[in-house]
C-alpha cells in the first residue's frame, strides 16, 4: 500500500502560511473542531487537525481511565499528550508535520 506524502514545504505551499492559526488551534484541546470545520481544504490544516483530533480523543480516554486507576494515570497520560500537543505547535509554526509514533497512524485512518 502507497502511503502519501505529507511533506509540506513553506517556501512552495501558500496555504500553510494562510492555514497556520488554525492549524494551532488543532492542537489545543476541543478546539481541533474548528479547524476541522472550517478548513478541510487546506491540506496543511487538515494533517494537523487530524492528528489534534487524535490527541484530544486520547484526553478524553485517559480521564476516564483516571477515573479507575487513580490520579496519577491522569497526570502521566496527560503530560505525555501534553507533550504531543507542544510538539505539533512547534511543527506547525516551522511550516511541517511530525508524524508522532502512535496517532499519526490512527490520524491518517480519519476520512474528511
Not at 500500500?1 to 502560511?17: G, V
Not at 492542537?27 to 487538515?46: E, G, T
Amino acid at each position: 500500500m502507497a502511503r502519501k506524502n505529507l511533506q509540506f514545504n513553506p517556501s512552495e505551499d501558500p496555504h500553510i502560511l494562510e492555514g497556520k492559526s488554525f492549524a494551532v488551534l488543532s492542537y489545543l484541546s476541543i478546539l481541533c473542531i474548528i479547524p476541522l470545520i472550517l478548513k478541510k481544504d487546506n491540506a496543511f490544516v487538515l494533517a494537523h487537525s487530524k492528528q489534534g483530533l487524535v490527541i484530544f480523543i486520547g484526553q478524553v480516554a485517559v480521564m476516564i481511565v483516571s477515573i479507575l486507576l487513580g490520579p496519577w494515570i491522569f497526570r502521566l497520560g496527560m503530560f505525555v499528550l501534553w507533550v504531543f500537543a507542544f510538539l505539533g505547535i512547534l511543527a506547525v509554526l516551522q511550516g511541517r508535520l511530525i508524524r508522532f509514533p502512535v496517532i499519526s497512524p490512527i490520524a491518517d485512518k480519519i476520512i474528511m
